[in-house]
């Protein structure tokens, strides 16, 4: 005798489902979309905090610029120089600082003269960066730009001008004419590699002690025979003066003398003899007539 057994799968299909709803959905540890966002948020923050946290804080101060080099970012900032005052920028980038004021470079060399004859000249120079073209000197020739740029500069201009004098020239007549021209040679110089030039000044020409000497005695004998020639020159200024003073009374005279007639003479003589018989400190005896007409006058006592 068998027992009948039919399986019904369909059935048995439908038990299963229910009982899977039925059952609590286990927790496989996964984190909910919630939870997430926030996470996030806070990731996002503590970025920013990090980034702020390691960010370089700078401060420019009065005769200073700043240029920027980013270095993700394009390179060297050309756009924009940075003034005076706090600045922020991020650690990666970096700020470069540039001294703006005037600064002085002092120089001492040994020049060759036009003749040959070796010189020591002693130069200062006075300059600034100009202060719009900082990004421009500092990739040119970056921050030791006296070193660089000034120095080399200085000393060539020097050369250049001394060459075309001579000692003589240097040491005396001519020195404030080479001065100007290498301040002229220099401004044209650095104007165009972004330096302003305030002043270049010649503290001192030495020569040496031979030729400073047969100079110094050259200009002795110069300003000697200078002296001489004007001595000359006002005597004969002054001998001329006296043969034109003389040749006016031998003119004067000449005239006087055609103009005089025997009348005007004797009327003359007259006057003056009234003039003597006037007198109260005169004693006159008149005797007679001299050969001219005249009265005589034999005596004149007080």
């Known amino acids: 005798m068998y027992n009948h057994f039919e399986l019904n799968i369909p059935y048995l299909y439908t038990l299963t489902i229910k009982k899977r709803n039925n059952m609590s959905q286990p927790n496989l540890g ?60 991020a650690p990666w980038n970096s700020m470069y600082i540039y001294n703006v004021r005037e ?56 050369r250049k001008i001394i060459g075309r004098f001579t000692p003589e020239e240097l040491y005396s007549t001519r020195r404030e004419e080479v001065q100007t021209l290498i301040q002229k040679d220099l401004e044209s110089t650095l104007s165009k590699n972004f330096v302003t030039l305030r002043a270049a000044l010649i503290r001192e ?29 006002q005597e004969k200024q002054e001998s001329e003066r006296k043969i034109i003073e003389a040749k006016a009374k031998a003119e004067s005279n000449q005239i006087l003398t055609a103009s005089l007639s025997d009348k005007i003479l004797k009327d003359k003589g007259i006057e003056a003899t009234l003039k003597l018989a006037n007198s109260p400190n005169s004693k006159i005896i008149i005797i007679g007539s001299g050969k001219d007409g005249l009265p005589l006058i034999l005596g004149n006592q007080n």
């Open 30 to 89: 996964f984190p909910s979309g919630k939870f997430l966002g926030t996470l996030g948020v806070i990731f996002l923050i503590a970025i920013v905090v990090i980034i702020f946290s390691n960010a370089t804080f700078i401060t420019i101060d009065a005769g200073e610029r700043g240029v920027l080099f980013r270095r993700f970012s394009g390179g060297l900032e050309k756009t924009k120089i940075y003034s005076p005052g706090f600045h922020v920028y």
């Open 103 to 158: 600064q002085q470079l002092e120089e001492q060399m040994d020049v060759l003269s036009s003749n040959g004859l070796n010189i020591r000249v002693d130069v200062t120079v006075r300059a600034h960066p100009s202060f719009d073209k900082i990004p421009e000197l500092h990739e040119t020739f970056g921050k030791d730009f006296i070193q660089s740029l000034i120095r080399p500069e200085v000393r060539s201009s020097v």
């Open 205 to 233: 020409i030495s020569l040496p002690e031979k030729v400073r000497t047969a100079i110094e005695e050259k200009i002795q004998a110069e300003q000697l025979s200078l002296k001489f020639e004007y001595i000359l020159d």
